[in-house]
């Protein structure tokens, strides 16, 4: 291969519309192209930074031994479970890796609530690594998250979802982790076309370059239709032996996990993440608007998965528990907010966030009553509780439900 | 072999899950670690973890709607 030639090759491979899969030459000539460029191209330097490429070697070196190693992220979903899968049927040493931004979805998120008991409460990531004989490493991002959801370079999603920033973000955080445990490469699960923004053509090649992983980065399912990547290249996994999935259909996966007996998978409907879902984007953009800023901790996102939230007036709103799951859980918060129950009728408990004056005390006061079992009654006695732990009772008339607008609703 | 605890109650799954990851990787062999989470999660995903890498869970229960898992640190 010419140097000229070498160059498109790097640009197919990094940023420009890439070649069709296996390029247009016969396969005998390919493979003894890649025989004369020897075991570690040198043509993939060109793109890297003097940063990487020390982090390049660096890796290599770590990987000496005949196994080669990869870092899978993992959600907890068919799709990355197959990734790992396909790997470690090409004998790959894999770990897989999952991290925590505080917007996950998990079930027993939802369990906190009485209804949803009866669902199963496992963790997916890690059901998926016991099924799979791997090791899970969870790491918390919460923290360096924030600004990929407050600043995001490639803009939102249908609601508050930067999908394509935080994929960068994730496997760029897995190529620190690659680069820190001596590992070789990384493994996704994604597919060309499954997701409008993230999982696109045009949008893989901005991942592997934004994260710093460039042609460490490997996509099983659909690596057939993207060049080679290195552990391709190296014959570290055969590519033969890979997928040319696309699209938003799920049955070549389906498939795939029923010829590795894969029967009982999550698969949930709006991906694994909370910025994905319109109401919860409403609360946290309300959370914004509330405070003038865009800024957030991880209590503020963790509350707002949980109970109504009711905004009365700008400067305060109710978090009111919606079943005894929610109140437990609410229980937890009740000393660092001012907080609401009624005392003469069984009813939630509800949260104060925000500054409330005692004209906006007694209106929550009567919310809170319309919630609980004295709904229908003349009178409710609610008692108050201060952050600082004085608590004085107030005896209310229950809003009537035409007296609590719908705007007010979060 | 020492023993120690770990409050991650009102804590919501996984963040139960990264404290135990966290404190173990800090921990001896043989240790023993006395995890108390709120999050029933932890019943499942506490001794999920530990199985995946090699830790001993002596006990897991809910005690007044307290949850209250036990490991003992295995080999690295």
């Keep these: ?410 | 072999m020492n023993r120690h605890v770990l409050d991650a109650r009102y804590l919501l799954c996984p963040l139960p899950v990264i404290r135990v990851q966290n404190a173990v990787a800090r921990l001896a062999p043989g240790d023993i670690l006395e995890v108390r989470a709120t999050d029933p999660g932890a019943l499942h995903d506490i001794p999920a973890w530990c199985r995946v890498h090699g830790h001993a869970v002596l006990s897991a229960l809910e005690t007044e709607g307290e949850m209250r898992v036990t490991l003992k640190v295995g080999a690295p």
Excluded at chain 1, 124 to 131: D, G, I, K, P, T
Excluded at chain 1, 286 to 302: N, P, Q, S, V
Excluded at chain 1, 370 to 384: C, D, I, N, Q, S
């Design chain 1, 1 to 410: 291969m010419d140097k000229a030639a070498r160059f498109r090759y790097v640009a197919s491979a990094f940023g420009q519309p890439p070649e069709p899969p296996g390029g247009d030459r016969p396969q005998s000539r390919r493979k003894n192209e890649r025989a004369r460029e020897g075991p570690f191209p040198l043509v993939l330097f060109y793109n890297y930074p003097p940063k990487l490429r020390a982090a390049h070697h660096m890796t290599s070196a770590a990987s000496t031994s005949s196994r080669r190693k990869c870092v899978a992220l993992i959600s907890g979903g068919l799709d990355s479970m197959l990734a790992a899968k396909v790997m470690l049927e090409q004998g790959i040493h894999v770990e897989g890796i999952n991290f925590y931004t505080g917007f996950c979805v998990e079930g027993h998120t939802h369990a906190i609530r009485r209804t949803a008991r009866a669902r199963p409460k496992r963790n997916n990531a890690l059901w998926v690594a016991e099924q799979l004989g791997i090791k899970l490493h969870i790491i918390d991002v919460i923290e360096e998250y924030k600004d990929v959801v407050i600043n995001p370079k490639h803009g939102y999603g249908a609601h508050l979802n930067p999908c394509l920033d935080c994929k960068s973000f994730m496997v760029r955080k897995a190529r620190e982790w690659m680069e820190a445990n001596g590992f070789d490469f990384i493994v996704t699960g994604e597919v060309i076309g499954q997701r409008p923004m993230s999982q696109r053509r045009d949008t893989m090649p901005v991942v592997a370059r934004e994260s710093g992983a460039f042609d460490r980065l490997l996509r099983p399912l659909c690596a057939r239709l993207l060049p080679p990547t290195l552990p391709e290249r190296e014959g570290w996994v055969d590519r033969e032996k890979l997928y040319d999935f696309s699209g938003r259909s799920r049955k070549p996966q389906m498939a795939l996990a029923a010829r590795y007996g894969l029967t009982d998978y999550a698969q949930p409907a709006g991906g694994c993440c909370f910025l994905t879902d319109e109401q919860y984007s409403n609360k946290l953009a309300d959370l914004w608007r509330a405070r003038g800023e865009k800024r957030y901790e991880l209590e503020d996102i963790l509350l707002l998965k949980v109970g109504r939230h009711l905004r009365p007036r700008p400067h305060f709103k109710l978090i009111v528990a919606r079943d005894d799951g929610e109140n437990n859980f609410l229980l937890g918060f009740r000393h660092r907010y001012t907080h609401l129950m009624a005392t003469s009728h069984p009813g939630p408990l509800a949260l104060i966030d925000g500054q409330a004056s005692a004209e906006d005390l007694e209106l929550a006061a009567r919310l809170t009553a319309r919630f609980g079992k004295g709904r229908e009654a003349e009178r409710v006695t609610v008692a108050v509780t201060e952050r600082g732990g004085s608590t004085r009772t107030l005896h209310v008339a229950p809003l009537r439900a035409d007296e609590v607008p719908n705007d007010w609703y979060l």
